[in-house]
Every structure is written in structure tokens, then in C-alpha cells.
């Protein structure tokens, strides 16, 4: 598994604070959560971009055939959500091993958002190729929606989905 997936597997579902019970399983809890998910819940996506429930039960939207976003929901944690700083935090904990960049950290009451860019150390103390990157957490009455970008991104489709991110909604609910 790529460094930058496993990455973002790892904040979504071990996240300190922002996501207790991890990622959603197969048990019927989690067939619950992606139902919920794909029922009233609304995540405006760039034009071209089209969304799937992949097998996780995880959300995804991208291009044509390749996903960048990434979106968990966890139903009733939304006084869980994480600051940008505790998001930026555990990206440095668990990147290590990588030259990060932080290129935006951004909350709200209803929002966290880190934009990264990231570029793995060689072992011959060089840098490799750098990569765009988000995490975020979005709360929404509540419940918490978990957001990352996934490997392969171009630094504007990790810019748009930040943005989706930004203005997930639930139908009937305030902004």
C-alpha cells in the first residue's frame, strides 16, 4: 500500500479524538452509516466528478474513474471533531518519515481543514516526489464527516475536494 493511502486510512480511522470506533466495518452498524451516507446527506462535488460507496463503506468522488476524496461518517461524534491544529498534529506524527509542508490550516466551528504537501526522505538523505494532500473533519448537527484526500491527487483536485469537504450538509439541517 502507498505511503499517502495508508496515511490516510491511518488519520481517518485511529485519529485521537476525531474517531474512537474506526473505520466503518461490514457489521450492520456500518451498512447503517453508508445507507445514512447515501440518504440526505449532501456533498457538492466538482463538475465532471462523480461519487461511489466503495466497499469500505466509505464515500469517494473524483474524475472519471479515479477517486481523490474520501469521506467517513460518524454518526453521533460530531463533539469529537478535531481543531486543524490536532488534525496537523497527528500528520506529523504519523509522517515521520516524510518532509511535510503545511499549506493551510483552517477551522470553524463546523469545520477543520489541513492542506499538506508531503515528499518521502530517501534513505541517501535525499527528498523524493512531493504530493498534495488534505485531511478534514466536517461536523454537521450532530455528526462528524471525515475527509482526506487519496493518493494521486493533483494539487487542484486536492484543492476542490478540500472545498466539498468544506460544505458537506444534511438535508434539513443548518448550514
Known amino acids: 500500500m502507498a505511503p499517502a493511502a495508508l496515511l490516510a486510512l491511518t488519520l481517518l ?89 503545511f499549506d493551510q490550516e483552517e477551522s470553524s466551528d463546523r469545520y477543520a481543514l489541513v492542506r499538506i504537501t508531503l515528499a518521502p526522505r530517501l534513505e541517501d538523505g535525499g527528498v523524493g516526489q512531493e504530493a498534495p494532500g488534505f485531511f478534514g473533519a466536517r461536523r454537521v448537527d450532530g455528526d462528524l464527516f471525515l475527509c482526506a484526500s487519496l493518493p494521486g491527487a493533483s494539487p487542484e483536485e486536492v484543492r476542490l475536494a478540500t472545498e466539498a469537504c468544506r460544505a458537506i450538509s444534511v438535508q434539513g439541517s443548518l448550514p
Open 13 to 101: 480511522g485511529g485519529c485521537k479524538g476525531c474517531n474512537p470506533d474506526g473505520a466503518a466495518s461490514g457489521s450492520g452498524e456500518g451498512k447503517d452509516r453508508a445507507s445514512s451516507l447515501r440518504s440526505g446527506v449532501k456533498v457538492p462535488l466538482p463538475d465532471g466528478w462523480s461519487a461511489q460507496v466503495a466497499p469500505d463503506e466509505s464515500f469517494q468522488a473524483g474524475p472519471p474513474g479515479r477517486p481523490v476524496l474520501r469521506v467517513d461518517l460518524k454518526r453521533g461524534d460530531g463533539e469529537q471533531m478535531p481543531s486543524a491544529d490536532t488534525l496537523a498534529d497527528r500528520v506529523r506524527d504519523e509522517l515521520k518519515d516524510f518532509e511535510l509542508s
